[in-house]
């Protein structure tokens, strides 16, 4: 029976080993994805036509399915003055912007996110906790990141892909939450 024990002790302390190693290997994975992701940005500035338009609720609702596998307690709500409104941009492009404002958002929820999409900008809004001041300004730069942040990296991703193709992204603490703004034109 000692001797089941020990295996037992044995194997489970083996299980335990692979999942760490596993959770690791994942953690790895993704910031290799997001700076192949940031390296693919750099790349386009200097080919990149803007030329191509994208329903922009179409991937907005397609990110956020995604998202609520994640965070099923979440309310997530998009209003959207008309079902008809492109934003320059590959549907490529939208996702990675809102995949990753969505993971960072998804961290910090309480119990609510609302994206608002008018014909010039889209309001993300999460009722989490503000940002830390002294991020607030630096927090779209590569390698920036708060407290519950990852690898610093998703947030630049939004904001070369804003940058090229023409759109300023802004974070800003609320009463109740935070809110990014993307505004449309200001290239």
């Known amino acids: 029976v000692k001797e089941e024990v020990e295996i037992q002790i044995k194997y489970e302390g083996y299980i335990k080993l692979q999942e760490e190693q596993v959770e690791k290997f994942k953690k790895l994975e993704n910031k290799v994805k997001t700076l192949l992701e940031l390296n693919k940005i750099t790349y386009l500035q200097n080919s ?5 338009k994208t329903k922009i609720i179409t991937t907005i609702n397609s990110t956020i399915d995604k998202f609520k596998i994640v965070r099923n307690d979440i309310n997530y709500l998009v209003k959207c003055d008309k079902e008809d409104i492109f934003y320059d941009g ?3 492009m939208w996702e990675s ?9 998804v961290r910090y929820a309480k119990s609510e996110i609302v994206i608002t999409i008018k014909e010039n ?7 989490g906790e503000p940002i830390e001041k002294e991020i607030l300004s630096s927090m779209f730069e590569p390698y920036k990141k708060g407290k519950k942040g990852e690898n610093g990296i998703g947030l630049s991703i939004v ?10 992204v802004i974070a800003k603490n609320k009463k ?8 449309k034109g200001t290239k």
């Open 176 to 183: 109740n939450g935070v809110e990014f703004i993307i505004n």
């Open 97 to 105: 912007i809102t995949n990753n404002i969505l993971s960072n958002f």
């Open 121 to 127: 900008k889209i309001i993300f809004f999460n009722d």
């Open 90 to 92: 590959t549907p490529d």
């Open 159 to 168: 904001k070369g892909n804003c940058d090229l193709i023409g759109y300023k």
């Open 48 to 52: 990149y036509k803007n030329d191509i």
